[in-house]
């Protein structure tokens, strides 16, 4: 009976210990065949030229297509506007962010902290195109047309509650003591937060603002409804702009493009996934150094 | 004085976000007023005609909500038994080993893969094996976006569970080992029960997830304005159709679409209020 019921539980043992490995290896097979496709895809368009010229217009793309020579061009003006609408972004967000974070660091368990973070929980998890629809609305809608602008700040709205909570996560993770004795010296709270708080988790909040831009970069669903898309390079902030990842979604859609489409998504992933390993790196030494 | 200004600006960044929801909040719903007057709010949420003609215009959302709590359910039910097998696999079977961060390290990568990545991805070579099975048309589907979905919710839904189950007392588990329990034994008497919760919130944020992803669901779920009879027909969700008829909408269509997407707010502000809540409330 007993001999039995051991053989029982370890055949399930067993069994289980399988099934996880198996399914495991199942939910990271995606992530290893993209890498794969993208790379593969990707790789043989990746030339200097690719980084140092605009994306070619639809008469210079059926030109080529006569002749015998690949499309020319690049993806500069991606590169460019998507770098304009991340600053606009960083520049919005990130000042908002780290002063919501320090509120909510010190008054998250009052009426008041806890209705504003039940708001930034249900921000943070509201769908990109609502904030896209929403910005449109708001920017887009009253001055008639997209702008780098506008899309900068659609993006600070879609990162803004996700930033707020890993910053306050940084906060947290400080130990204790650190509070309660800038408090027993008398000292302010602006002075705890700015001379304690804030020096101690520099390292923290660097790796927070690296990880936040590694989100920002690759949302695309509210630049569709702001930015637009140009061939050129453009500088004026408040004229059409457009981004590395909405000038996928725009290969995407077109024929003969195709090519450039993986060259410019494997360079997304690439810039995005260096942001993160950056910024996972900043906050494991931070960690450490921490706890010691 | 410094104290005070700098309470009072940290509180007027904290307040921004409720501002900004309740703003998003008025304008969705003042912006959709013509629509669901023109049409009533029963009808338009169960209506599932999308007439475009001039003059027999009629707008409904009922074949769009089916398609995005199909699809997002779908998706949630594929992804679970794969994102808790990560999840255990971290938490328990290579708990506190080099392995057991490294996956750690690799899940965090996946969740920051851009969802147009996943997308192309999806399109490119997930939409071609559907296809040479001979699902849903030329692959696209409901099916093929559900797994691209549950393809991108589950490294989300276990990091989330991981980071919840990580606070389980390991006292807990040496006693169970010292009484001669083996790893199953842990999982199901001891850790599952005590992290119930967190898996529930962890799944519920991914189905929040799942239900408002644009992109992918527009590459890959044919983009027809028909209820789906069966998992393998091809549909619309509410985002998919507003990015594929917002440029082109004129005002009352225009209205429909933004009552699409007040409709989409809704549903996702109520799934992640509810996990929220959950998590304030012990079990």
């Known amino acids: 009976m007993i001999a039995n019921k051991n053989k029982y539980r370890t055949s399930v043992k067993r069994l289980s210990f399988c099934l996880v490995h198996v399914l495991s290896f199942l939910a990271l097979l995606p992530f290893i065949l993209l890498l794969f496709s993208l790379i593969k895809n990707g790789k043989k368009h990746l030339s200097v030229d690719f980084f140092t010229s605009s994306t070619p217009s639809i008469s210079e793309i059926s030109i080529a297509l006569t002749g015998p020579e690949s499309i020319p061009g690049g993806i500069l003006n991606g590169l460019s506007g998507g770098f304009f609408i991340i600053i606009i972004a960083v520049v919005i967000y990130v000042p908002i962010g780290m002063m919501a974070a320090v509120y909510f660091f010190n008054y998250r368990n009052t009426k008041p902290g806890l209705l504003l973070h039940y708001s930034v929980i249900i921000l943070s998890g509201l769908p990109s195109i609502i904030i896209g629809i929403c910005t449109y609305l708001w920017i887009v809608r009253p001055f008639y047309y997209c702008s780098a602008f506008a899309g900068g700040v659609a993006l600070a709205i879609a990162i803004l509650p996700g930033f707020i909570l890993s910053v306050l996560h940084i906060f947290e993770q400080l130990p204790q003591e650190l509070r309660v004795t800038g408090t027993s010296l008398g000292l302010s709270y602006t002075r705890i937060m700015l001379k304690l708080v804030i020096p101690y988790s520099k390292i923290g909040l660097i790796s927070v603002v690296l990880s936040s831009l590694s989100k920002g970069i690759g949302k695309t669903t509210p630049l569709i409804f702001t930015t637009l898309w140009v061939f050129d390079i453009n500088r004026d902030l408040f004229q059409t702009s457009t981004s590395l990842s909405l000038l996928v979604w725009r290969f995407f859609h077109e024929p003969y493009m195709t090519d450039f489409m993986w060259s410019a998504a494997l360079l997304l992933l690439i810039i995005v996934l260096t942001l993160s390993l950056i910024s996972e790196r900043f906050y494991r030494n931070w960690i450490k150094e921490i706890k010691l | ?283």
Not at chain 2, 147 to 158: E, G, Q, R
Not at chain 2, 197 to 214: P, Q, R
């Open chain 2, 1 to 283: 004085m410094k104290d005070k200004i700098f309470q009072t600006a940290s509180f007027i960044s904290a307040a921004i976000s409720l501002l900004l929801l309740v703003a998003i909040f008025f304008y969705l719903l003042s912006e959709s007023l013509p629509a669901i007057k023109h049409f009533g709010l029963f009808d338009f949420i169960s209506s599932t005609e999308w007439v475009e003609k001039e003059g027999e215009e009629h707008y409904g959302a009922g074949a769009f909500i089916i398609g995005t709590f199909l699809t997002a359910t779908l998706a949630l039910i594929i992804s679970i038994p794969f994102s808790s097998s990560l999840t255990l696999l971290i938490t328990e079977y290579w708990a506190e080993t080099r392995a057991a961060s490294f996956l750690n390290s690799l899940l965090l990568l996946c969740v920051n893969i851009p969802t147009i990545i996943w997308g192309i991805w999806g399109y490119f070579s997930l939409r071609p094996v559907f296809e040479s099975l001979g699902i849903g048309s030329s692959g696209t589907g409901i099916l093929t976006t559900s797994v691209a979905l549950a393809i991108m919710i589950t490294p989300t839904a276990s990091l989330l569970s991981v980071s919840f189950a990580s606070k389980i007392d390991r006292r807990l588990r040496e006693t169970a080992y010292s009484l001669g329990a083996t790893r199953f034994d842990i999982i199901r008497k001891i850790s599952f029960p005590l992290a119930r919760k967190s898996y529930l919130i962890s799944y519920l944020f991914a189905f929040g997830k799942a239900l408002g992803e644009t992109l992918i669901v527009v590459m890959l779920i044919g983009n027809t304005n028909q209820i789906p009879q069966k998992i393998t027909d091809t549909g619309s969700s509410l985002s998919s159709i507003i990015l594929n008829q917002f440029e082109s909408a004129g005002d009352l269509k225009f209205s429909s679409l933004v009552a699409l997407g007040f409709i989409l707010f809704i549903s996702t502000a109520l799934v992640n209020f509810t996990a929220r809540y959950i998590r304030r409330v012990k079990v």
